[in-house]
């Protein structure tokens, strides 16, 4: 019966995994868009400065410029992170269903072999 006692903890062990990865993912989404806000704060300043808002103007700074496809990129991976996040979701959500049948597995084992041990003894006594 040690299998089904290793096997629930294989599954802790992935459910716990996946947890984790949904939390890293989220602190990268979290930091992306801290990024990209301070780059909006950024260009924002530097149109400003330059006092032209118009990306298609010659005079428009540089700058700006680079920081406005800097913070699209961002964004980019910001999209491509919450579809992981949304694939990291499901699975995790299939490794707390494999881990709650392995726990109930091990419950009903434990159950039986609790049983089969008390009938001995009422034998035995």
Do not use: C, W
Not at 84 to 101: D, F, I, V, Y
């Amino acid at each position: 019966m040690k299998s089904r006692e290793n096997l629930v903890r294989l599954k802790q062990f992935q459910v716990n995994e996946k947890r984790r990865q949904l939390l890293q993912l989220d602190m990268m989404i979290a930091e992306f868009e801290r990024m990209a806000v301070e780059l909006e704060l950024q260009i924002s300043a530097e149109e400003k400065k330059a006092g032209i808002t118009d990306i298609n103007h010659f005079a428009y700074p540089t700058f700006a410029k680079a920081a406005r496809l800097r913070r699209d990129n961002l964004r980019n991976s910001q999209s491509d992170l919450a579809q992981q996040r949304s694939a990291a979701e499901s699975l995790l959500g299939e490794a707390e269903a494999e881990l709650s049948k392995a726990e109930m597995l091990e419950s009903r084992d434990t159950k039986i072999r609790d049983a089969e041990l008390g009938g001995r003894s009422a034998m035995i006594g």
